[in-house]
Each structure stands twice: as C-alpha cells, then as structure tokens.
Nanobody, 124 residues
Framework: QVNLMESGGDSVQTGGSLRLSCAAS????????MGWFRQAPGKLREGVAF????????WYTDSVKGRFTISRDKSENTVYLQMNSLKLEDTAKYLC?????????????????WGQGTQVTVSS
C-alpha cells in the first residue's frame, strides 16, 4: 500500500505564492511517477502537473505553465508543487497522486494512488 499526505494548502490573494508538499510512505517502489490533480466545485477534476521519478520528464496543464513548478526529493519520497502568480481560477482542492508513466504520452499515465487533498483558495 502507498499513502500520500498533502500539505501546504492555504488562502492567498491573487498574485501570491504557495508551495504544496506530498509525502509518500509505504511501498514507494510501486510507482514511478507522481503529480497533482485539482478539483474545483462544479468543475471536472483536471491534471495539473506530473513528474517522472526516474528521470526529468514533467508535464503541466496549459493554464499553469510558467507559473507552477513540480519537483521531487527522492530521498524524502516527497513531491512539491511551487505555485506562483496564483489566480482566482486556481482555487481548488489539490490532490497528490502516484502511479505509472510508460515513457510515451502522459495521457497514458495511470495513477492508482491518491491523497485526500489540500485546499487552495485564491481571493482578490
């Protein structure tokens, strides 16, 4: 089993920054990729950023490119999401995920492990 624990969510004003963390525990050898989804009220869940733990490959949804950065600390089994220039539309619950990326399209990645989420609220 794999456990994912998110932290770092908060309420900030537009233009502000937050850093989310996701600490993994358990059988951490059971996946090779991690990342973040977000779920806002009334909207579909969407992928935000993913990272391949065995190399340098990353993926970002278009709306966060240039503002968000995903990174990892392998020794700590932790993934981070640095969020800058936050916008109202970034308000959502952010969920950490872990799973498998097969080296081709990130559309084919499968994330079987999910955290409970951390709330990010951006206000004007």
């Amino acid at each position: 089993q794999v456990n994912l624990m998110e932290s770092g969510g908060d309420s900030v004003q537009t233009g502000g920054s937050l850093r989310l963390s996701c600490a993994a525990s358990g059988h951490t050898v059971m996946y090779n990729a991690m990342g973040w989804f977000r779920q806002a009220p009334g909207k579909l869940r969407e992928g935000v950023a993913f990272i391949y733990l065995g190399g340098d490959s990353t993926w970002y949804t278009d709306s966060v490119k240039g503002r968000f950065t995903i990174s990892r600390d392998k020794s700590e089994n932790t993934v981070y999401l640095q969020m800058n220039s936050l916008k109202l539309e970034d308000t959502a619950k952010y969920l950490c995920v872990a799973g498998d990326w097969y080296g081709r399209s990130w559309d084919d990645a499968h994330f079987g492990y999910w955290g409970q989420g951390t709330q990010v609220t951006v206000s004007s």
